[in-house]
């Protein structure tokens, strides 16, 4: 399916009445006609400031569970939507921030920022392994995993960037 095609059957079978629809677009932020994935993003760190103050454990619990729930709205939104992985849903960015951010030394906008570049980086260039995943793994699972690879990638680079400043 072309991709102008998929964008266009996506937008006339998405219900942002319907709250997983709403969710996997990230309160739609990802119906952004220019770089969903970077407005998605851009959303998430809103929302990270909310439950950022848990506990390590109690923010992996709630990364899990939201990662769990992601592939079931991801999953559902394209099946209703009769798409697969379309750039307009982001829930999946959501995730891959909330991990980056879980890294960063001090909640300042410099270490937001180089998270946000980071993730988003890894998220568009898609190095290996993260590319194998997004064009093989399918599904909900296919559209999240990818995301929680490139947070991964950033995590790391975010991390690394902490003991040498």
């Not at 991709?3 to 677009?25: A, D, E, R």
């Not at 970077?38 to 760190?45: F, H, N, R, V, Y």
């Not at 990662?67 to 307009?88: A, E, L, M, R, V």
């Not at 990818?146 to 902490?162: E, K, N, R, T």
Request: proline share 5%.
């Amino acid at each position: 399916m072309a991709k102008s095609s998929n964008n266009q059957n996506f937008k006339q079978n998405l219900k942002l009445t319907n709250p997983i629809h709403f969710l996997s677009v990230g309160l739609g932020s990802g119906m952004s006609p220019i770089m969903p994935g970077t407005m998605g993003s851009l959303m998430a760190i809103p929302l990270w400031l909310l439950f950022n103050g848990l506990t390590p454990v109690l923010y992996w619990i709630f990364i899990v569970v939201a990662f769990i729930f992601g592939c079931f709205i991801c999953q559902k939104t394209s099946d209703d939507t009769n798409t697969h992985d379309s750039g307009h849903i982001v829930w999946d960015e959501f995730i891959g921030m909330w991990i980056t951010l879980f890294f960063i030394p001090h909640v300042t906008i410099l270490w937001i920022v180089i998270a946000f570049v980071a993730f988003r980086l890894f998220d568009m260039v898609k190095p290996w392994p993260i590319r194998w995943f997004d064009q093989k793994v399918s599904g909900g699972f296919g559209i999240m995993i990818d995301d929680v690879i490139a947070a991964i990638f950033s995590s790391l680079v975010v991390y690394l960037l902490s003991l040498w400043w």
